[in-house]
């Protein structure tokens, strides 16, 4: 079975920087696109970024553009969500997911169970 966990969440002043962590388990085979979606409390889950294989591509959502980075290791099937410049809009729940589909559907491929990430003024 294939298991996806993050790591690397926690509470940080706006401005600041948080580097996110997920190495998913019980796979043989790539595990892309690979990405990350977010959900705060009361609000929808949305989309926030992912990346195809070897980085070739990478998609964001508008609102972390530019502040955030996704990335990847093959040899360790890891991927990382570097997020700078964090505002307190950007507090919310923050999900990874492998072989991901439509814009980071939650239904769709395999998610962990999120890392919170609490930005304070």
């Known amino acids: 079975q294939v298991q996806v966990v993050e790591s690397g969440g926690g509470l940080v002043q706006a401005g600041g920087s948080l580097r996110l962590s997920c190495a998913p388990s019980?796979?043989?085979?790539?595990?892309?696109?690979m990405g990350w979606s977010r959900q705060a409390p009361g609000k929808e889950r949305e989309f926030v970024a992912a990346?195809?294989?070897?980085?070739?591509?990478?998609y964001y959502a508008d609102s972390v553009k530019g502040r955030f980075t996704i990335s990847s290791d093959n040899a360790k099937n890891t991927v990382y969500l570097q997020m700078n410049s964090l505002k307190p809009e950007d507090t919310a729940v923050y999900y990874c997911?492998?072989?991901?589909?439509?814009?980071?559907?939650?239904?769709?491929?395999?998610w962990g169970q999120g890392t919170q990430v609490t930005v304070s003024s």
């Open positions: 997911g492998v072989e991901i589909k439509d814009r980071g559907d939650p239904s769709k491929g395999y």
């Open positions: 019980g796979r043989t085979f790539s595990s892309y696109p």
């Open positions: 990346i195809g294989w070897s980085g070739g591509s990478t």
